[in-house]
């Protein structure tokens, strides 16, 4: 049994519905995340009323629907009683309570009819307007005034009492029972103007109700006088802009900020405007810079308000300005190595996308931070310098680039921050140069695994020198024919290809594409997409920066590869002089594609290019020949040069071997190089990875004071040592190998191994075999003593 009173009932009731007219005014969002719960289909321009049948099952529906009709039939006759005296007292002229109270009252039996359901909304509505076109031919002035406020108080009441959402229906009652009361001319235009002004700002927003407003002004004017006509443009504009809620929110704010100090800000994010007004339509000032500066002493409340701002109001704005000042503070506070590590961590609770001002910005601040930790994890202070390289060179990109930004806040806020970065680093840098000097082991400069990049691998990528000076020269024909770059897994094809820029001609402009990554994508749009973002990173990570610029979205999404060649055609008049040489790395991916989305688009994006684009030059990059594809390829690449990548000329490998690197002291004896040079066949990747493991065997001996660190060489006993470690590191290479072959490649491998003479019936497998350099043309040896170890050890582990 419940213990509440009737009163305690009454009062609670009262204060749901003042929470509610709260609400509808200044908490539109609070609202509809409220109305949702109530119904999932319900929205505050909804008549509640509409969804009778449901109130005996949703009794939170059919209270809601309640306190609407009170809100609409009451507030306005409560708003009339406090405005009039005011009116008054300010104006010195007389409220007209008889033509103002007869609307209401009209207003108040509209709104009864109106209840009853729509059935008889029509007929009521032509009655009152009948009512009034007979009063207007046979009664006076007055008489008509009466009738008028009375007619267009039924029809007003029922035809938009909640037709248009609770928030209308009590706007469109307060405006026009304030203005009937009001004396005819300028006043009665300014007060009607203002209710209607925030009546329509809610119910229609607020471009609409701008336009709205222009065209009432411009229509009073010529039909009543300019006078007139501005007052009631003016009036219903600065209504629906919100304008008499701004001023004192604007007051309030300014008062928060000028009376609180930066130590005391985090206290008043709680009493920012938004927190009460969550539809603040003009600017107000100071609030980023206040979340800002209450960032430094409670990242979780500034943090909270942030998300507040985001998710319940429409400050989005701000909120994007408060990050994006949080994100420049935090940067620009990094005074050390590890700081910039951290950044990443930092700033994670950022959302995705970003704001727009640090959509490009922040991610590479984040990349530059990452790099800074991997060179951080390396294993040598050599190792740590070269990393380096990487970061240090992306902030001297990224400094030019904000200096040619137009946003200025963006510029001076983000450059200072990548200069204090730079700073750091090149410090840092000289530090692990020095420390690097005087260390006592070998500096491990071989890189096996990875391509080379040619900002920290520097000069160790060795030849090629035939490779560049034939891709030049085919670029540059008259016809440039499609190129297809092809070899083994791991000969270095994608490193010659970071490396092409370095080689070639100024004009000649090579953009690498990896189409492993774009290959992921699943539909047709995001290839597309993937294509146009690794081609905008390509041009600007080349050593003479070009800046591309976006495709256009809407047309990408529509219809991509449409989108994508008009794009690549505007590239082109707009680089007048330049030849782009577009590189395709793993092409072959590109079948997974087709199949996926069952579409050879992407194909016919190709062969488009290639007949209509001629200033742009395909390069396709992989393992296999263009005889080991699916027989539709045939059809698209038309007029193909093949450029084979094979092992290292033995004067490239030995050059690798003993000056990877500028100023590498000699740390083998020549029957060392000699045995390297047999046991890798001078395979690139296999020597890089043998290197690097005789100089972790030297440094492990020094380490141990086994060997004197100023005399300590490699020998051909120590080549031997590491191979059993080079099996086992370089395991992924040499299986991914033996997995590519079918099963008579195998089984003649296996045979070879066991001592049998191949026979004629072998002279086919041979013959592949040796295109894929693992046998000899005599078919009785292996070409790489490595991979006939590998097998060796796989098969008797079989």
């Known amino acids: 049994m419940s213990n509440k009173s009737p009163t305690s009932g009454f009062w609670n009731y009262v204060a749901e519905c003042l929470r509610l007219l709260y609400w509808i005014y200044f908490k539109p969002f609070t609202f509809e995340h409220w109305l949702r719960d109530i119904h999932p289909e319900l929205k505050p321009r909804d008549n509640p009323f509409d969804k009778r049948a449901e109130f005996r099952t949703n009794p939170r529906l059919r209270r809601y629907a309640g306190q609407v009709w009170w809100l609409t039939a009451v507030v306005p006759m409560v708003t009339v009683l406090l405005v009039a005296p005011v009116y008054t007292l300010v104006s010195g002229e007389s409220f007209n309570w008889f033509k103002s109270c007869g609307f209401l009252m009209a207003w108040f ?13 029509l007929v009521i509505i032509l009655v009152a307007v009948l009512t009034l076109f007979l009063t207007a031919i046979f009664l006076s002035d007055v008489a008509l005034g009466v009738a008028l406020g009375v007619a267009f108080g039924v029809v007003f009441g029922v035809a938009f009492g909640v037709a248009l959402g609770v928030a209308f229906g009590v706007a469109v009652g307060v405006a026009v029972g304030v203005a009937g009361g009001v004396a005819v001319g300028v006043a009665f235009d300014v007060a ?27 229509a009073v004017g010529v039909a009543f006088g300019v006078a007139r006509g501005v007052a009631v443009g003016v009036a219903f504009i600065l209504g629906v802009l919100r304008v008499y809620f701004w001023l004192p929110e604007l007051l309030w704010i300014l008062t928060l900020f000028l009376l609180s100090r930066n130590e005391k800000r985090v206290n008043c994010l709680q009493y920012l405007p938004p ?9 107000l000032p100071f609030m980023d810079v206040m979340i800002v500066e209450a960032y430094r002493k409670n990242p979780i409340a500034a943090r909270e308000t942030i998300n507040y701002l985001i998710s319940s109001t429409n400050q ?12 420049g503070d935090i940067l620009n506070r990094c005074q050390r190595l590890s700081d910039i590590v951290e950044i990443a961590n930092q700033l994670a609770w950022i959302p995705s ?13 984040l990349d530059i931070s990452q790099n800074v930790r991997a060179s951080e994890e390396a294993t040598s202070p050599y190792r740590k310098y070269e990393l380096l390289n990487i970061p240090i060179n992306a902030l001297r990109q990224l400094r030019q680039s904000l200096a040619l930004t137009k946003n200025a806040r963006v510029a001076v806020s983000f450059g200072n921050a990548a200069q204090s970065w730079l700073t750091i680093l090149e410090t840092a ?15 491990q400069v071989y890189i096996a695994g990875n391509s080379l990049d040619p900002e920290t691998a520097k000069n160790r990528f060795k030849g090629r020198i035939d490779i560049f000076r034939e891709i030049e020269s085919l670029a540059l024909s008259e016809q440039p024919p499609v190129l297809l770059l ?44 993937n294509l146009a973002q690794q081609i905008i990173e390509a041009a600007r990570r080349l050593p003479r920066t070009v800046y591309l610029p976006n495709p256009d979205a809407k047309k990408l999404a529509e219809d991509p590869f449409p989108a994508l060649q008009t794009w690549l055609a505007e590239i082109e008049r707009s680089n007048s002089g330049k030849q782009f040489l577009l590189c395709l790395d793993e092409y072959e991916r590109l079948g997974e594609v087709v199949k996926a989305t069952s579409s050879r688009a992407p194909l016919n994006f190709i062969r488009n290019l290639l007949q209509h684009q001629r200033k742009w030059i395909l390069l396709f990059s992989g393992s296999q020949e263009l005889s080991e594809l699916d027989d539709y390829w045939s059809d698209y690449l038309i007029n193909t040069s093949a450029l084979r990548m094979t092992y290292l000329q033995e004067s490239e490998a030995r050059d690798l071997i003993q000056q990877p690197v500028e100023n590498f002291s000699n740390i083998y004896e020549p029957t060392a190089v000699d045995e390297i040079i047999q046991v890798t066949r001078c395979q690139p990747y296999l020597v890089q990875l043998v290197c690097y493991e005789v100089v972790e065997l030297l440094n492990r001996d020094i380490r141990r004071n086994r060997r004197e660190a100023d005399t300590a060489i490699a020998t051909a006993q120590d ?23 079918t099963d008579s490649d195998r089984s003649l491998l296996r045979r070879i191994i066991y001592g049998e003479t191949p026979t004629q019936q072998d002279k086919g497998v041979i013959r592949k075999l040796t295109r894929k350099e693992i046998l000899t043309p005599e078919g009785n040896a292996f070409q790489v003593p490595l991979v006939q170890k590998y097998i060796e050890q796989l098969l008797e582990e079989e």
């Open 109 to 121: 039996i509209g709104r009864l009819l109106d209840r009853g359901g729509n059935k008889n909304r």
């Open 192 to 218: 009607f103007g203002v209710a209607f002004g925030v009546a329509f700002g809610m119910a229609f927003g607020v471009a609409l109700s701008v336009a709205l407003g222009v065209a009432g002004g411009v």
């Open 275 to 283: 927190r009460f007004d969550e539809l603040i339509i003009l600017p």
């Open 316 to 327: 989005q704005k701000v909120a994007a300005q408060a990050i994006s000042g949080i994100a």
């Open 353 to 365: 996308p970003a704001p727009k001002e640090l959509g490009a910005v922040l991610p590479q601040f």
């Open 429 to 443: 840098q000289r530090t692990l140069e020095e420390q690097a000097q005087q260390s006592k082991e070998i500096r």
């Open 486 to 529: 092809y070899g083994g897994r791991r000969t270095g094809k994608t490193s010659a290809l970071k490396y092409l820029p370095y080689r070639i001609q100024a004009n000649i402009v090579p953009l690498l594409v990896d189409l492993q990554g774009a290959a992921a994508a699943t539909t047709l749009k995001g290839l597309a997409e």
């Open 719 to 741: 080549v031997q040592e590491v191979i059993p470690v080079v099996l086992e590191r370089g395991d992924q290479y040499f299986r991914e190998l033996w997995k590519s072959l």
